[in-house]
């Protein structure tokens, strides 16, 4: 993420898809991602720059862009210094 190293344990993300029924067929209408980070100290500016860009710099939200709403939120916490 922008330069900023996070392992396994320090990122985590849940997503749940939403479906809406179209000529009674279920079709995926909206994703909605949480995030749950552990960032390292002093870095939550250049965390929050990169997750305001989320939608527009994610392939899969680009794949999806005009069928498929994509929205995100985020648990942040910074590792101590």
């Given at each position: 993420?922008?330069?900023?190293?996070?392992?396994?344990?320090?990122?985590?993300?849940?997503?749940?898809?939403?479906?809406?029924?179209?000529?009674?067929?279920?079709?995926?209408?909206?994703?909605?991602?949480?995030?749950?980070?552990?960032?390292?100290?002093?870095?939550?500016?250049?965390?929050?720059?990169a997750l305001s860009r989320h939608v527009?710099?994610?392939?899969?939200a680009r794949s999806l862009e005009g069928a498929v709403e994509?929205?995100?939120?985020?648990?942040?916490?910074?590792?101590?210094?």
């Open positions: 993420m922008r330069g900023i190293s996070l392992g396994p344990a320090d990122i985590v993300a849940d997503a749940a898809g939403h479906h809406t029924l179209r000529d009674r067929i279920p079709v995926l209408t909206r994703i909605d991602v949480h995030y749950t980070l552990r960032i390292p100290a002093g870095s939550r500016e250049t965390v929050d720059r527009s710099k994610c392939p899969t994509v929205a995100w939120t985020a648990d942040i916490t910074e590792a101590p210094g």
